[in-house]
Nanobody
């Protein structure tokens, strides 16, 4: 079993900052890509940012220059620093991690439970 626990969501005013964190635990042999997705009401879930095990990052155009994704491979955590937040960033944010479990050959994706981010004055 692999568990993902997210933290750090909340209510913030436009222009403010939040930091999300996601910790993976369980029967983990290796972790490949770690990423953050978001889903706003009435919209499809979309990729926000991701990072490979080697530290290569990718961002949605809408968050480039404002959000920073990072990871700690020793702790199996991924974080998302969100600055200059806008009302359109309001969504439930999910972390997704690609994991190879101990004794397994295949990779599987696991999702966090989601954390609400609300940007409003």
């Amino acid at each position: 079993q692999v568990q993902l626990v997210e933290s750090g969501g909340g209510l913030v005013q436009p222009g403010g900052s939040l930091r999300l964190s996601c910790a993976a635990s369980g029967s983990i042999s290796s972790i490949n890509v770690m990423g953050w997705y978001r889903q706003a009401p009435g919209k499809q879930r979309e990729l926000v940012a991701d990072i490979t095990s080697g530290g290569i990052t990718g961002y949605a155009d809408s968050v480039k220059g404002r959000f920073t994704v990072s990871r700690d491979n020793a702790k199996n955590t991924v974080s998302l620093q969100m600055n200059s937040l806008k009302p359109e960033d309001t969504a439930v944010y999910y972390c997704k991690v690609s994991v190879r479990r101990r004794g397994a050959w295949q990779w599987n994706d696991y999702w966090g439970q989601g954390t609400q981010v609300t940007v409003s004055s």
